[in-house]
T-cell receptor, first 109, second 115 residues
Framework: EDQVTQSPEALRLQEGESSSLNCSYT??????LFWYRQDPGKGPEFLFT???AGEEKEKERLKATLTKKESFLHITAPKPEDSATYLC??????????FGDGTTLTVKP | DGGITQSPKYLFRKEGQNVTLSCEQN?????MYWYRQDPGQGLRLIYY???????QKGDIAEGYSVSREKKESFPLTVTSAQKNPTAFYLC??????????????FGPGTRLLVL
């Protein structure tokens, strides 16, 4: 059974304090690893898809990286508007997606 | 504007009542999905459909039913058999299986509450 574990559950940062969120996974044939941002009471918003180990993608203050066992979402100089829950998901060879429980990020001004 | 719409935003269900959540997309996506999200937890798959007139059970299908009569629409019915329906329900779509473009895009969600 595929598994996704995200850590930490919650992360509080000061504005400008860079950090990383972790997504550890086990999957039967990785077809893609996805990062989403979710604001309270809203649907997840797509951020990145990573397909193979060593791949990296960037968007503004966010950078996602992938190894064979985990993915990191690096946040550089975060701003209060980056506060949200970040979800990680993997898709296996059968096309099934498994989501982690998310990391709730709070950035204080 | 292209996207996924869900309605209503809030839905109240009485004991023994069936309720239907609407999901529509105009992205021309073949695949559509329903997820349930409980507080502090990740998304769990209820049902998914890869093409019109075909759908498959996900991990927690008991107490739910779906139909896929049109490419654009994938309504979810929460039946009286679902004993703990209070949750946030999310609909998603993707271009289709068998391609590398399998990123799922989500609607705004429907929050279901039991009276």
């Amino acid at each position: 059974e595929d598994q996704v574990t995200q850590s930490p559950e919650a992360l509080r940062l000061q504005e400008g304090e860079s950090s990383s969120l972790n997504c550890s996974y086990t999957v039967s044939g990785l077809r893609g690893l996805f990062w989403y941002r979710q604001d309270p009471g809203k649907g997840p918003e797509f951020l990145f898809t990573l397909y193979s180990a060593g791949e990296e993608k960037e968007k503004e203050r966010l950078k996602a990286t992938l190894t064979k066992k985990e993915s990191f979402l690096h946040i550089t100089a975060p701003k209060p508007e980056d506060s949200a829950t970040y979800l990680c998901a993997v898709r296996n060879n059968a096309g099934k997606s498994t989501f982690g429980d998310g990391t709730t990020l709070t950035v204080k001004p | 504007d292209g996207g996924i719409t869900q309605s209503p935003k809030y839905l109240f269900r009485k004991e023994g009542q069936n309720v239907t959540l609407s999901c529509e997309q105009n992205l021309n996506h073949d695949a559509m999905y329903w997820y349930r999200q409980d507080p502090g937890q990740g998304l769990r798959l209820i049902y998914y459909s890869q093409i019109v007139n075909d759908f498959q059970k996900g991990d927690i299908a008991e107490g739910y039913s779906v139909s896929r009569e049109k490419k654009e629409s994938f309504p979810l019915t929460v039946t009286s058999a679902q004993k703990n329906p209070t949750a946030f329900y999310l609909c998603a779509s993707s271009i289709g299986r068998g391609t590398s473009l399998e990123t799922q895009y989500f609607g705004p969600g429907t929050r279901l509450l039991v009276l």
